[in-house]
């Protein structure tokens, strides 16, 4: 195999294959959703991140009154992101303020009858991130090149991983913390409840002195 010409930089194609790889399109998620039944997905997104979603329910099949399923976007804190009623289809766009757990719930309106009602399909794509920034449109407003675009893309892919791993650095560092917090206090609980046998133990020998002492059993 040749060697590459003196002076030219070898490149490391694992890094950039690494982040084609993570940087697919994510697939949209669907499943049913009954009568009267509520589901929701839930999922962490760190903080200052855009999220965009599309959402479509449809009807059972054999259903003459079409789709009807309430959708409520909220944070661990209950803060309702976005809300829809009787909805059907549509889009939603928020931007996290914190490093949060987000939940997306899908409420069924459709009565349960006595026979079996068929389920309504729902089908979710949610995108946060670099999958949720519109490039397109940033190439048009910047007027830049389809590789100018690429490697613009790669360049928040790469800041979006650096990232991750400076928040998985900071929790590590923070669990390290409380570990060692939590070793040292049970050091000190440690020595505190030997010192409470000793002092115990020493104090049960005085006493049992003199009590046979007193029972003139012993000098």
């Known amino acids: 195999m040749p060697l590459p010409p003196p002076g030219r930089p ?11 790889l993570l940087a697919g399109p994510a697939r949209p998620i669907s499943f049913q959703l009954p009568g009267k039944a509520r589901k929701c997905l839930r999922e962490e997104i760190h903080r ?104 613009r893309r790669l360049e928040d892919l790469s800041e979006s991983i650096v990232n991750d791993f400076a928040y998985m650095k900071k929790r590590e560092e923070e669990m390290r913390d409380t570990n060692e917090s939590t070793n040292t206090r049970v050091l000190y609980f440690s020595i505190f409840s030997m010192c409470c046998l000793i002092g115990l133990a020493t104090w049960q020998v005085f006493y049992l002195r003199r009590f046979f002492k007193a029972k003139k059993l012993i000098e």
């Open 48 to 151: 200052d991140t855009l999220v965009t979603g599309e959402y479509e329910i449809g009807a059972p099949p054999g259903s003459s009154s079409g789709p009807s399923a309430n959708l409520k976007i909220t944070d661990s804190a209950g803060h309702i992101l976005y809300a829809k009623e009787d909805a059907t289809k549509g889009k939603f766009a928020f931007t996290t303020e914190d490093y949060d757990m987000f939940e997306a719930c899908f409420e069924s309106k459709l009565p349960v009858g006595t026979g079996r009602m068929p389920d309504q399909l729902v089908i979710l794509d949610m995108k946060h991130g670099v999958e949720a920034k519109n490039y397109e449109e940033i190439a048009k407003v910047e007027k830049l090149k389809p590789l100018e675009v690429e490697l």
């Open 10 to 20: 070898r490149f490391r194609l694992a890094p950039l294959l690494a982040l084609l």
